[in-house]
């Protein structure tokens, strides 16, 4: 059963500020045409360190998606320090190490629960290392069968300066959000993010700067 926890504000107080910045995130997204056409599309979510708050911002947009009726799907990629078990207080699934490591089917990792239209899919725990799952072969597949029965997919990885992870999966994607925390990331690791994205093949659609005032 997927449950949901104090840090998703859109559920908890949909009609609150922060609720409506997830809803003018949510916005911008459609309006690129993000959210709509034949095929989901796929979004990373990556930083310039640690603690900026990617999982909260991802999975407080997947939720605001979903209450407009959208189908959404959220995958932890980040296989070194996961979190959005905990955000969703996810049980019963052995989660993406498990698909990529060839242990387990999609349906098998898919954790669905009281919100309708959202599918979350857990990192699980592997011993092969993280940029060669997640640069394989049956990632593309994970993501191209995702595509054909949700409108958006959402991913979360580790720090794109500290790890390859986000640099492997950008290649992959529709487009990057960095998020970049108030008082705390710095303008020089942003931009080298954005380069790092570039070089990667895709390119960064917005910044979402958590805890501003």
Same mark, same amino acid.
């Given at each position: 059963?997927?449950?949901?926890?104090?840090?998703?504000?859109?559920?908890?107080?949909?009609?609150?500020?922060?609720?409506?910045?997830?809803?003018?995130?949510?916005?911008?997204?459609?309006?690129?045409?993000?959210?709509?056409?034949?095929?989901?599309?796929?979004?990373?979510?990556?930083?310039? !360190?640690?603690? #900026?708050?990617?999982?909260?911002?991802?999975?407080?947009? #997947?939720?605001?998606?979903?209450?407009?009726?959208?189908?959404?799907?959220?995958?932890?990629?980040?296989?070194?320090? @996961?979190?959005?078990?905990?955000?969703?207080?996810?049980?019963?699934?052995?989660?993406?190490?498990?698909?990529?490591?060839?242990?387990?089917?999609?349906?098998?990792?898919?954790?669905?629960?009281?919100?309708?239209?959202?599918?979350?899919?857990?990192?699980?725990?592997?011993?092969?290392?993280? @940029?060669?799952?997640?640069?394989?072969?049956?990632?593309?597949?994970?993501?191209?069968?995702?595509?054909?029965?949700?409108?958006?997919?959402?991913?979360?990885?580790? @720090?794109?300066?500290?790890?390859?992870?986000?640099?492997?999966?950008?290649?992959?994607?529709?487009?990057?959000? =960095?998020?970049?925390?108030?008082?705390?990331?710095?303008?020089?690791?942003?931009?080298?993010?954005?380069? =790092?994205? !570039?070089?990667?093949?895709?390119?960064?659609?917005?910044?979402? =700067?958590?805890?501003?005032?």
């Amino acid at each position: 059963m997927l449950r949901l926890n104090k840090s998703l504000i859109t559920d908890i107080n949909p009609s609150s500020s922060i609720s409506e910045s997830f809803r003018s995130l949510r916005t911008y997204i459609r309006q690129l045409g993000l959210a709509q056409g034949n095929g989901g599309k796929v979004l990373l979510f990556t930083s310039a !360190e640690a603690g #900026a708050g990617k999982t909260t911002i991802l999975s407080n947009l #997947a939720v605001s998606f979903v209450q407009e009726g959208r189908k959404v799907a959220v995958i932890d990629c980040n296989l070194r320090h @996961p979190g959005l078990h905990s955000v969703f207080e996810v049980e019963g699934s052995q989660g993406l190490a498990a698909y990529l490591d060839g242990m387990e089917e999609v349906d098998q990792i898919v954790v669905h629960g009281n919100l309708a239209n959202l599918s979350v899919i857990p990192a699980g725990i592997s011993r092969i290392s993280p @940029p060669d799952l997640l640069g394989s072969d049956k990632m593309i597949a994970l993501l191209d069968e995702l595509k054909g029965s949700h409108d958006l997919i959402l991913l979360d990885s580790p @720090p794109a300066t500290e790890f390859s992870d986000a640099r492997i999966l950008a290649s992959q994607v529709d487009g990057v959000i =960095l998020v970049a925390r108030y008082g705390k990331s710095k303008r020089d690791s942003i931009r080298k993010v954005k380069v =790092l994205m !570039e070089q990667a093949g895709s390119r960064i659609i917005g910044i979402a =700067l958590n805890q501003a005032k």
